[in-house]
C-alpha cells in the first residue's frame, strides 16, 4: 500500500514561485511513477507533471514547461514540483498521484494512489 501526502500550497501573487512536496511512503519499484495533477473549480483534471523513481525520467503538461520542475528526493522519499512565474490560470487543487507501472504518466486514469491535495490560488 502507498500513502502520498501532500503540501506546500498557498496563495501567491502571480509571477511568483510556490513548491509543492508529496511525501511517499510505501514500496517504490519496478517503473514506480509519481505525477502531479490539478483540477480547478468545475474543470476536469489535468496532468501537470510525473517522474520516474528509478532513472528520473520527466514528464511535462505543456503549460507548465519551462515555469515547473518536478524532482525526488530518494533518501526523503518526496517528490517536489517547483512552481515559478506562477499565472491565474494555475489557480487549481493540485494532487500527487502513484502507480507501480506506467506506460503513460498523463493518463490520470491509471493511476493507483492519490493524495488528498493542496490548493493553489494564484491573483493577478
Known amino acids: 500500500q502507498v500513502q502520498l501526502l501532500e503540501s506546500g500550497g498557498g496563495s501567491v501573487q502571480a509571477g511568483n514561485s510556490l513548491r509543492l512536496s508529496c511525501a511517499v511512503s510505501g514500496r517504490t519499484y519496478g517503473s514506480f511513477t509519481v505525477g502531479w495533477f490539478r483540477q480547478a473549480p468545475g474543470k476536469e483534471r489535468d496532468f501537470v507533471a510525473a517522474?520516474?523513481?528509478?532513472?528520473?525520467?520527466?514528464y511535462y503538461a505543456p503549460s507548465v514547461k519551462g515555469r515547473f520542475t518536478i524532482s525526488r528526493d530518494s533518501a526523503q522519499k518526496t517528490v517536489y514540483l517547483q512552481m515559478n512565474s506562477l499565472r491565474p490560470e494555475d489557480t487549481a487543487t493540485y494532487s500527487c498521484a502513484a502507480v507501480q507501472e506506467i506506460a503513460r504518466p498523463q493518463l490520470h486514469y491509471a493511476y493507483d494512489y492519490w493524495g488528498r491535495g493542496t490548493r493553489v490560488t494564484v491573483s493577478s
Open positions: 517522474i520516474r523513481w528509478s532513472g528520473g525520467d520527466t
